[in-house]
């Protein structure tokens, strides 16, 4: 890292760059990578090996193993998943935004998947620039549209009577959802496919609608309810395990950005960079770093995705709590398989409609918000 701020000081400096400090660069790079893969191995071996302890300590509570069910999808989900034009979105809860969201294609996400092969193939495939659409939300944007703030003072200021609270909780709620509608329309204007179905997926994490340090925070329920508002929609809750600390390219580990400040080592929370000297991204585009709500949204959206269309019902084996190599994509999906540029011919889409039955009911009741 130091190698590299001075490199580009100079370069800043002189508007050149300086050969001996470039040569110190890319040495100094290249011993990193190399302490990386070796690193990375270290790492997928603890990883199996946890995977195994986290079997063992589930059957030792007599609890169940999460991964170990099918997960179960709906006929008419299924053939949406097979339509290109849908959109599917993930959303990430966080703490300071409420929610993080990006909007992207099945075509991409299919795309994705046969990235995950290809690298497990050892293969280099080139991952083109993310086209992905984002959308945010906080809580103050939602407190300004719904004036909360304006009416707690009001509330706090004067003793108002029972009936005149009433009636502006009531006014509160209306205001509430006329924003989210409003808001759930335009992003959807965003990707220029108001009239495709659009699939969310969002992380199941709980905390939502309670106070983290000094945040203000909302509930995401409502919003998720409009989301699935339009009866073409539909809105998912997935395990969002370990979204947040994979690249969204390689399915590697990230790491949080770095840099050095006044001689300290100092990290940047909003950021993560991978360090695969493999990554697809960095091959591709030399980007290292990325937004790191945007990651996990991203990965949110694959972790469904992908569960959604594989054989068994498990998302890619990145974010499987337990460790497998393998991943297949459903015979209803095995059209869209493709490795690099020959697609993998196979009988299409007259199997799809054969074989509704075949898929499995996924969305357990619990997790599907309804309208
Ligand atoms: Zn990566």
Same mark, same amino acid.
């Given at each position: 890292m130091r190698a590299g701020k001075t490199s580009r000081e100079f370069e800043s400096l002189?508007?050149?760059?300086d050969a001996g400090l470039y040569q110190d660069l890319r040495r100094a790079r290249h011993a990193f990578n190399q302490v990386y893969m070796e690193m990375s191995q270290i790492a997928e071996e603890i990883k199996q090996n946890q995977s195994q302890m986290y079997v063992l300590n589930k059957k030792v509570h007599g609890q169940?193993? +999460?991964? #170990?069910h099918a997960p179960v999808a709906a006929d008419n989900l299924m053939l949406l998943l097979a339509n290109e034009s849908t959109i599917v979105q993930g959303v990430d809860p966080g703490i300071v935004t409420t929610a993080t969201g990006v909007a992207t294609t099945v075509g991409s996400l299919f795309a994705a998947i046969n990235r995950f092969e290809a690298i497990s193939d050892d293969k280099i495939v080139p991952h083109p620039m993310d086209a992905h659409i984002e959308f945010g939300l906080t809580a103050n944007t939602v407190n300004t549209a719904v004036i909360s703030n304006q009416d707690r003072k009001k509330r706090e200021k004067s003793g108002m009577q029972k009936k005149q609270l009433q009636r502006m909780a009531v006014k509160r709620r209306i205001r509430e959802k006329r924003f989210y509608q409003r808001k759930v329309a335009q992003d959807k204007a965003k990707t220029r496919h108001e009239n495709a179905s659009f699939i969310t997926f969002t992380g $199941?994490? #709980?905390?939502?609608?309670k106070y983290v340090k000094g945040h203000s925070r909302r509930s995401t329920r409502p919003y998720y309810t409009q989301l699935a508002a339009c009866e073409k929609d539909f809105v998912l809750s997935v395990d969002e395990y370990k979204s947040t600390i994979?690249?969204? #390219?390689?399915f590697q580990r990230t790491t949080k950005q770095t840099q050095i400040r006044d001689g300290k080592v100092k990290s940047i929370p909003g950021a993560v960079v991978c360090? $695969? +000297?493999?990554c697809q991204r960095r091959i591709s585009t030399n980007a290292t770093t990325s937004n790191r709500n945007r990651n996990g949204a991203t990965n949110i959206a694959m972790i469904g995705f992908s569960s959604l269309v594989s054989e068994k019902g498990?998302? =890619?084996?990145? /974010?499987?709590?337990i460790q497998s190599n393998k991943y297949a994509l459903s015979a209803l999906f %095995?059209?869209?398989?493709?490795?690099?540029?020959?697609r993998i011919p196979t009988k299409g889409a007259l199997v799809l409609l054969g074989d =509704?039955? /075949?898929?499995? %009911?996924?969305?357990r009741s619990k997790n599907v918000i309804h309208n």
């Amino acid at each position: 890292m130091r190698a590299g701020k001075t490199s580009r000081e100079f370069e800043s400096l002189h508007g050149k760059r300086d050969a001996g400090l470039y040569q110190d660069l890319r040495r100094a790079r290249h011993a990193f990578n190399q302490v990386y893969m070796e690193m990375s191995q270290i790492a997928e071996e603890i990883k199996q090996n946890q995977s195994q302890m986290y079997v063992l300590n589930k059957k030792v509570h007599g609890q169940l193993v +999460p991964d #170990s069910h099918a997960p179960v999808a709906a006929d008419n989900l299924m053939l949406l998943l097979a339509n290109e034009s849908t959109i599917v979105q993930g959303v990430d809860p966080g703490i300071v935004t409420t929610a993080t969201g990006v909007a992207t294609t099945v075509g991409s996400l299919f795309a994705a998947i046969n990235r995950f092969e290809a690298i497990s193939d050892d293969k280099i495939v080139p991952h083109p620039m993310d086209a992905h659409i984002e959308f945010g939300l906080t809580a103050n944007t939602v407190n300004t549209a719904v004036i909360s703030n304006q009416d707690r003072k009001k509330r706090e200021k004067s003793g108002m009577q029972k009936k005149q609270l009433q009636r502006m909780a009531v006014k509160r709620r209306i205001r509430e959802k006329r924003f989210y509608q409003r808001k759930v329309a335009q992003d959807k204007a965003k990707t220029r496919h108001e009239n495709a179905s659009f699939i969310t997926f969002t992380g $199941n994490w #709980s905390g939502s609608g309670k106070y983290v340090k000094g945040h203000s925070r909302r509930s995401t329920r409502p919003y998720y309810t409009q989301l699935a508002a339009c009866e073409k929609d539909f809105v998912l809750s997935v395990d969002e395990y370990k979204s947040t600390i994979t690249c969204s #390219s390689c399915f590697q580990r990230t790491t949080k950005q770095t840099q050095i400040r006044d001689g300290k080592v100092k990290s940047i929370p909003g950021a993560v960079v991978c360090f $695969n +000297p493999r990554c697809q991204r960095r091959i591709s585009t030399n980007a290292t770093t990325s937004n790191r709500n945007r990651n996990g949204a991203t990965n949110i959206a694959m972790i469904g995705f992908s569960s959604l269309v594989s054989e068994k019902g498990l998302p =890619l084996p990145a /974010f499987r709590r337990i460790q497998s190599n393998k991943y297949a994509l459903s015979a209803l999906f %095995l059209s869209h398989q493709a490795h690099g540029e020959d697609r993998i011919p196979t009988k299409g889409a007259l199997v799809l409609l054969g074989d =509704l039955e /075949f898929c499995v %009911l996924w969305i357990r009741s619990k997790n599907v918000i309804h309208n």
